[in-house]
Each structure stands twice: as C-alpha cells, then as structure tokens.
C-alpha cells in the first residue's frame, strides 16, 4: 500500500492503539469495521480502505461523544459535592483560607477530568472525589470548625467529643432479602435501615449523605 491507502491504515491503527481503554465504553458498528481491517491480511483489496475511512470518522465523533458526556457528567457531580460541603453550618466557621482548601481539591479534580482522554480514568477520579476525598475534607472541616477546648486549670466544662462521620454507603443493613418486591418488604427495610441510622447517632457519630 502506497498514498492515501497507507494513510488510511497507519490511522487506524493508531487509533486502535492510542484509544483502546475507550473501547469499553463505546459500543458501535465502526469499531467492528477498524478492527476488521487492522486483522485482514489484504486491506487494500476492495473497498476495505473507503469502508475504513468513513468508520474511522464515525468513531472519532462518538469517542469525542462520549468523552464529553462523561466529563460533564463527572463535573456536575463533583460541583455538587462541593455545595454539599458549603452547605454545612461549620464550613461558614472556617476562614477564607480554611475554605479553599476544603473546596480547592474539587477543582483540581474537575480540571483534571476536563483533559483526561480515558473514560475510565475519568470515572475513577470521579469515584474518588465523591467517596475517600469528599469524606477526608469534610473530617477536615469538622476539626477545623471545632477545635479541641483548651483545659484551664479549674476548669469542669467537659472536653468537646471528635466529630466522626459514617458515610451512608457504608452502613450495613441487616436484611435477609436480595431484593424488595413488596410493600412489606419495603417497610422492614427502612425498619432496618432506621435501626442501624440510629445506632451511629446513640454511638455519637454522623452519617454523611
């Protein structure tokens, strides 16, 4: 193979190459024809090059698609993770600089995602904004906003409890059912759900939602 023939299949497979952790995520005829042609043995016989071509366009636009759906999806989430925290009455406690760098780790984050090409990296930060980063600012927070009392000598005002949350997600139901299929079903689980909710607030904890 020789001009534009040739071009045509360095460009698929460097594009097979350079976007195989996409693969996953997209689910289309083109990718089935781009890999039809990287494996035949004669690429260059019939109209395997001009069926390449069009595929390759065709998927160039719906990896581009998807991307930016994700990213904006993945945003959107985080932003909300950030209002959520400025939500709390002790954020207002923090100063200026306490509360930036509550929130600065977000849009660290959201810019990452904004210039990740893999959308299962994309997916992954997102995952890890909204779960182990969402609940170490909001400890963050939570001890800033109430610092350990200073004992005076003399003094018999009880010393301030650690504020710990529990995050919603990790709190186990006791229910012997895989699934809800009634009405009865429905009512022992929040009978449930209730029961271990509060439990963590006898145990002086809060639950994060």
Request: hydrophobic fraction near 35%; aromatic fraction near 8%; charged fraction near 30%.
């Amino acid at each position: 193979m020789n001009g534009a023939q040739r071009s045509i299949y360095e460009n698929v497979l460097l594009y097979l190459e350079s976007n195989t952790a996409n693969f996953d995520y997209i689910a289309s005829e083109s990718l089935e024809k781009l890999n039809t042609v990287a494996e035949s043995p004669t690429p260059y016989k019939g109209n395997l090059m001009q069926d390449a071509k069009a595929a390759l366009e065709i998927m160039h636009k719906e990896t581009a698609a998807q991307q930016k759906l994700e990213r904006e999806s993945a945003s959107e989430t985080i932003l909300q993770n950030i209002i959520k925290l400025k939500s709390f009455a002790d954020f207002e406690k923090l100063d200026s600089n306490q509360q930036h760098e509550i929130i600065a780790p977000f849009e660290q984050v959201i810019k990452e995602i904004e210039i990740e090409r893999y959308i299962g990296n994309i997916r992954t930060k997102l995952y890890n904004a909204t779960t182990d980063l969402y609940q170490k600012q909001l400890e963050s927070m939570m001890r800033w906003a109430n610092p350990p009392k200073v004992i005076e000598p003399g003094d018999t005002e009880p010393e301030k409890t650690k504020i710990v949350f529990v995050r919603k997600d990790n709190v186990k139901i006791n229910f012997p059912k895989p699934s809800l299929e009634t009405k009865q079903d429905v009512e022992d689980y929040l009978a449930a759900l209730k029961e271990q909710y509060l439990r963590i607030i006898d145990e002086n904890k809060r639950i994060s939602l």
